[in-house]
C-alpha cells in the first residue's frame, strides 16, 4: 500500500496559476499509475488528471484541458498538477491517488481504479 502527502494548495486570484505536489511515503518498485481528482463543494470526486507510469500518457478532463498540466518526477516519487488561467470553478479539494501494480502505458480515469489516496488539498480561486 502507497501512502500519499499533497501540498501546494491555497488561495489564488482568478487567471493566476498553482503547482500541486504529491508525494509518496512509499517506494515501490512496481508500476505505478496516478492521477488527480477534485471535490466540488456539494458534489462528488470528479477526474481531473491522470499519468502513466512511464509518463507518456497522459488524460485531461475537458473542463481543465489547455489549462492544466500533470507531469511525474518518478526519482523523487512526485507527482505535479501544473494549474493556469484558475477560474473559481476549480475551487475544490484536490487529491491524488495511485494505483500500484497496474500495466506501465495505463492512464486510469475512474475513481474506483484507484486504491490509494491522499488526504487532499484545498484550492481556493477568487473572483
Known amino acids: 500500500q502507497v501512502q500519499l502527502v499533497e501540498s501546494g494548495g491555497g488561495l489564488v486570484q482568478a487567471g493566476g496559476s498553482l503547482r500541486l505536489s504529491c508525494t509518496t511515503s512509499q517506494r515501490t518498485f512496481r508500476t505505478m499509475a496516478m492521477g488527480w481528482f477534485r471535490q466540488v463543494p456539494g458534489k462528488e470526486r470528479e477526474f481531473v488528471a491522470g499519468?502513466?507510469?512511464?509518463?507518456?500518457?497522459?488524460s485531461y478532463a475537458d473542463s481543465v484541458k489547455g489549462r492544466f498540466t500533470i507531469s511525474a518526477q518518478n526519482a523523487k516519487n512526485t507527482l505535479y498538477l501544473e494549474m493556469n488561467s484558475l477560474k473559481p470553478e476549480d475551487t475544490a479539494v484536490y487529491y491524488c491517488a495511485a494505483k500500484v501494480g497496474s500495466d506501465y502505458r495505463m492512464v486510469f480515469l475512474s475513481e474506483a481504479e484507484y486504491p490509494n489516496w491522499g488526504q487532499g488539498t484545498q484550492v481556493t480561486v477568487s473572483s
Open positions: 499519468i502513466s507510469w512511464t509518463g507518456a500518457r497522459t
